[in-house]
């Protein structure tokens, strides 16, 4: 499942939900130097969808703050993968 994800560096914690402009809102603590944020971004996401780090893999936007990401979702079907997208999105 492809999700687009905007990532807000420097946080005082990290935390994923929200939308801005269609995207999931991943605050992160860490700074946007060498794809720190990044790094911590995706693995926020795979936390907040209950996925591996290794599942979750960048897809564009590497040194943007919105980004494209894949997740893989645990077994063969994506339908609770995308609830719970979903949820995050609406900040639930």
């Known amino acids: 499942m492809r999700v687009t994800i905007r990532v ?3 946080s005082g914690r990290t935390r994923v939900g929200g ?5 999931l809102v991943v605050a992160v ?3 946007a130097v060498d794809g720190l944020a990044t790094d911590a971004a995706l693995a926020a996401v795979a ?12 897809v564009t936007g590497a040194t943007s703050r919105t980004k494209v990401v894949d997740i ?4 063969d079907d994506g339908t609770e993968l995308a609830q719970r997208v979903a949820r995050l999105l609406t900040g639930e």
Request: cysteine-free; charged content about 35%.
């Open 8 to 10: 807000k560096p420097g």
């Open 19 to 23: 939308s801005h402009d269609g995207a």
């Open 29 to 31: 603590g860490a700074r």
């Open 47 to 58: 936390d907040a969808v209950g996925v591996r780090r290794r599942d979750v893999t960048l």
């Open 72 to 75: 893989a979702p645990r077994g």
